[in-house]
């Protein structure tokens, strides 16, 4: 079974600033990855598929890359709403469709 | 308007059964896979069932394999989540999700989430 590692668990900054965040697969992925941002009390949204292909509506500042076990999400300029938890995803074409634990993007 | 909602979470008993319901509206169901994804409380998200749009493949999470049975209806436009034999740690909200054409894994589409209280 592949299993997803996200780092940090947290991270703390300020609007603005420059957001990275990474995924690390215990195996090779290729490019299956996506990356979901998850706010309080709502659904998580889809933000980029096969690691770095933005979902419908998403922001320019969202980006991503990587590709075999190594993944980034980007965002380049923090705006207010972009601080939530973000998740990674295994999206391969058939399940198990295992998630990361989380990234926790918090205000500084 | 392109939506998911579920409905059929509750409290019920260690060993109770409970079935999920989520209907679609706004897109060509039929064509699209389905999962169901749960959260428990302060947790992150687990997968735990898929559907295929027409052939209706199913596969499990490890931790429901057994227990759950994810079904569809593609004239009614909804996917459902039988679950039987409940432990404490199916305590969660659970979304629908389906996954893009392109992309089948990847969830474009959410519900709102329905809550299950497996307490005693």
């Known amino acids: 079974e592949i299993v997803l590692t996200q780092s940090p668990a947290t991270l703390s900054l300020s609007p603005g600033e420059r957001a990275s965040l990474s995924c690390r697969a215990s195996q090779s992925i290729t490019n299956y990855l996506a990356w979901y941002q998850q706010r309080p009390g709502q659904a998580p949204r889809l933000l980029l598929y096969?690691?770095?292909n933005r979902a419908t509506g998403i922001p320019a500042r969202f980006s991503g890359s990587g590709s075999g076990t190594d993944f980034t999400l980007t965002i380049s300029s923090l705006e207010p709403e972009d601080f939530a938890v973000y998740y990674c995803q295994l999206r391969s074409n058939w399940p198990p469709y295992t998630f990361g634990q989380g990234t926790k993007l918090e205000i500084k | 308007e392109i939506q998911l909602v579920e409905s059929g979470g509750g409290l019920v008993q260690p060993g109770g059964s409970l079935r999920l319901s989520c209907a679609a509206s706004g897109f060509t169901f039929s064509s699209y896979s389905m999962n169901w994804v749960r959260q428990a409380p302060g947790k992150g998200l687990e997968w735990v069932a898929y559907?295929?749009?027409?052939?209706?493949?199913?596969h499990y999470a490890d931790s429901v394999k057994g227990r759950f049975i994810i079904s569809r209806d593609n004239r009614g436009n909804s996917v459902y989540l039988q679950m039987n034999s409940l432990r404490d740690e199916d305590t969660a909200v659970y979304y629908c999700?389906?996954?893009?054409?392109?992309?089948?894994?990847?969830?474009?589409?959410w519900g709102q989430g329905t809550k299950v209280i497996v307490s005693s």
């Open positions: 559907i295929s749009g027409s052939t209706s493949k199913m």
């Open positions: 096969d690691a770095s």
């Open positions: 999700a389906s996954g893009m054409r392109q992309a089948p894994g990847a969830f474009d589409i």
